[in-house]
């Protein structure tokens, strides 16, 4: 249980408002929906050392995750455009 409690480097912050941008577009979302970045390590077997999840909160409070096996500065743009039959209509 040693270093339970120890802090990972916070993402790169230009990465994190790149892919805001791009889930922003994919999802034509408003500025009164938020996008929250989350950079979490994974200790199980069968997951990706580092997920990148996104979550959308719209305006009506709905709210939608997406996940990413990779860090935040791994993600693309086609990685986000692959998750559109993900993304519900609005």
Known sequence: M???FNRRPRPDAEAVSQLKAW????MTLSDKDHI???ELACHEPGCPD???VV???????????LRFPSAVA????ADVVLLRPQVPAR
């Open 2 to 4: 040693l270093g339970l």
């Open 23 to 26: 889930v922003a577009d994919l």
């Open 55 to 65: 979550t959308v909160t719209l305006a009506d409070r709905r709210r939608f995750v």
């Open 36 to 38: 929250a970045v989350a």
């Open 50 to 52: 580092l997920e990148t």
């Open 74 to 77: 791994a993600v693309t743009e």
